[in-house]
């Protein structure tokens, strides 16, 4: 359980960003216009926010953003959370309400900033690093595949398979990857140009004599 949660060896953080550019690139497949990973929310201009829990910080980013996809035109932020189910935290709780438990504390954070400031949507998208994706993030994938559905032709079944597929292995590779990545203290290399060369010339030989 400790491996999926270690923050060491940077595991945590690449679950996190490999279905963030997986979910990128998706929505550059399916059509949407302006397709921005890491955009920054605008400053706010003296609005109040009635969430205490609100980022209100100016330099405030969120995971991604993309135009077109619940309507033409209109602007979508998702923000993601790859959470393991194992943890003390979460392992109390059926996984269906630790998913809506971390959706909820998602919108706390940004959902008002976006519709109020943006002018935009806001999708959580969460996930288990069992693979169980939560409400929110399941409309999401199911709109996403209706489009790619449309652009390519295929039909809305392959295509969802398709998505799930996808996202199935990301996290399953990033997964396996936290339980099996090194997390020690990393090896320095010997530079070459500080060995005195005298005395691996003289070292060579002796190991040849004997």
Known sequence: EHSLSCARGGFVYMRHNHLRDLTANL???????????????LPLTGEILSLKSANTANDARLDVSARSVWSTGDKTFLDFRVFNSLAPTNSSLPVGQALLKHEKEKKRVYNERVLEVEKSTFSPIVCSTTG????????FYRQLSVLLANRSGQTYENTI???????????????????????GTKVSRI??????INLLYLMNNLTHNY
């Open 27 to 41: 929505l550059h497949e399916a059509g949407c216009k302006d397709v921005v990973v890491e955009p920054r929310l």
């Open 132 to 139: 169980i994706l939560g409400i929110e993030a399941q409309k």
């Open 191 to 196: 530079s070459s140009e500080s060995n005195d």
């Open 161 to 183: 398979r398709y998505v799930r597929q996808r996202i199935a292995f990301c996290i399953l590779k990033t997964t396996v990857a936290s339980l099996r990545g090194f997390r």
